[in-house]
């Protein structure tokens, strides 16, 4: 019987998603990879369901111990719905939204305690994780795979979202058509990202060490 390998199905399954969106040009229909589309939709669902499962199969420890990671993919399932500047003057993640005049104070202070809370889930990822990441890496545990995974896919498709426009910043022109392209693939690879995170987590779970760790240190601690 053949064992199939859950990231590397993952992998396929996004690879193939791209693939047919660009040979059935998904871009032609907008209901599809517009701003709050089916796709962006479906993204900030995945997202959901991956809180959803931590909480579900990861218990009440899990959730204390990686609170963390919740709020971040909470995060990111919101940031899919466009809350970062649907209920602003202007995005909270623009320089200007802080420096300007056209912003109004409360809503600064709002879009400060998001960036606090962003901050604070960053740092507790770095200060709990780096070290056991790099090793786990290494030596190629599948679950720190998927980890590594998840981050190349956020890496690649912010460095592609809007790269006509990043590009003309330098100097350097994109023909629209490949924009477009582009643009497709961003809006396809995100729409992977949860499922990565997914896979990722029940891998995580799947392993009685790691589910045996739930029982372990105490939820503050940088151990993983």
Same mark, same amino acid.
Not at 171 to 191: C, H, R
């Given at each position: ?24 040009? %998904? ?25 959803? %499962? ?5 218990? %009440? ?164």
């Amino acid at each position: 019987m053949i064992k199939t390998n859950p990231l590397a199905a993952a992998w396929l399954f996004i690879i193939l998603s791209v693939g047919a969106a660009l040979i059935f040009d %998904a871009h032609q229909y907008p209901l599809l990879v517009k701003e709050g589309g089916i796709i962006e939709s479906l993204s900030a669902l995945g997202y959901f369901v991956c809180v959803a %499962a931590m909480f579900y199969r990861g218990g %009440a420890d899990f959730a204390k111990r990686y609170h963390y990671l919740i709020m971040l993919i909470t995060l990111f399932g919101m940031r899919e719905l466009d809350f970062d500047k649907r209920f602003t003057t202007m995005g909270i993640l623009k320089s200007r939204f802080y420096t300007g005049d056209l912003v109004p104070l409360g809503e600064k202070l709002i879009g400060v305690v998001v960036i606090l809370v962003l901050l604070y889930v960053v740092i507790r990822i770095i200060k709990a994780h780096t070290s056991t990441f790099v090793t786990g890496v290494k030596n190629r545990v599948s679950w720190h795979l998927g980890a590594l995974s998840v981050i190349s896919a956020l890496v690649f498709s912010k460095s592609i979202d809007g790269l006509d426009r990043k590009l003309g910043d330098v100097g350097i022109t994109v023909d629209p058509l490949v924009a477009t392209y582009f643009s497709t693939i961003e809006e396809v690879l995100e729409l992977g990202i949860p499922v990565l995170i997914f896979v990722t987590f029940t891998l995580y779970m799947s392993d009685s060490g790691a589910k045996a760790s739930l029982n372990g240190p105490h939820p503050n601690s940088t151990e993983t």
